[in-house]
């Protein structure tokens, strides 16, 4: 019954290893191609993050060489209004380029912006994307970068709100990793801590238990 109970928990350990890479190699790649919401199906959040008035997301698309440099029409996929508890949503055209999330609070004073998981529906992808707390300190933007796992990276060095388009591009965002990593989908880590209690049984058994099971450098 150990031995049965031991195999089960190394089986478990090492299916969450391997959840882990993959999880991490996929939060580590930039959502990119072309995107276009259906209009009949308004994005939507597992826990509406804002209930006062006048806050807005934007998903929208840009390019390494074109960081949101112009109007937002040129980018955005289409407009969340969140006002009273209540979303509404304007839809755009189809649009190329790398996934982003910009949100602006419009009205003055300090407003926080709950952490949540907004759903976009992209017709054959239905498609979830982790969103940070954030606060807002009146009349300004915050840019992220949003992953192929649905995590999201912060799109600006400042890592807040307050500048008016992105400085970093997607690919550089995600290079830097976990130092500007926003928010991470659940899954990834759970592999995580699988991943820990792997090391932590191995730990128990002798470092040389460890060697033989995990990938050498």
């Excluded at 199906?41 to 112009?70: C, E, K, N, R, W």
């Excluded at 980018?75 to 304007?90: D, R």
């Amino acid at each position: 019954m150990k031995k049965l109970l031991t195999f089960n928990i190394l089986t478990l350990a090492a299916i969450s290893i391997v959840l882990c890479c993959s999880g991490l190699t996929k939060a580590a790649l930039p959502k990119s191609g072309s995107f276009d919401i259906d209009g009949a199906s308004t994005p939507s959040f597992d826990q509406i993050p804002f209930v006062g008035s006048s806050m807005y997301v934007y998903p929208f698309v840009a390019t390494d060489l074109d960081l949101y440099t112009g109007q937002g029409s040129t980018y955005n996929l289409g407009t969340l209004e969140l006002t009273g508890g209540l979303v509404s949503f304007t839809d755009s055209v189809e649009k190329s380029g790398n996934l982003g999330i910009r949100i602006f609070s419009a009205i003055s004073g300090s407003q926080i912006f709950q952490e949540s998981i907004l759903t976009l529906d992209f017709g054959d992808d239905i498609f979830d994307v982790y969103l940070p707390e954030l606060t807002f300190n009146g009349n300004e933007d915050m840019f992220l970068w949003v992953a192929q796992s649905g995590a999201t990276y912060y799109a600006t060095a400042l890592q807040g709100p307050g500048l008016d388009r992105p400085d970093i591009t997607a690919g550089d965002a995600m290079l830097l990793g976990d130092a500007n990593l926003a928010m991470v989908p659940e899954p990834v880590t759970l592999a995580l801590f699988g991943s820990g209690a792997l090391i932590l049984l191995g730990k128990r058994r002798g470092p040389s238990w460890v060697h033989r099971l995990m990938p050498q450098r």
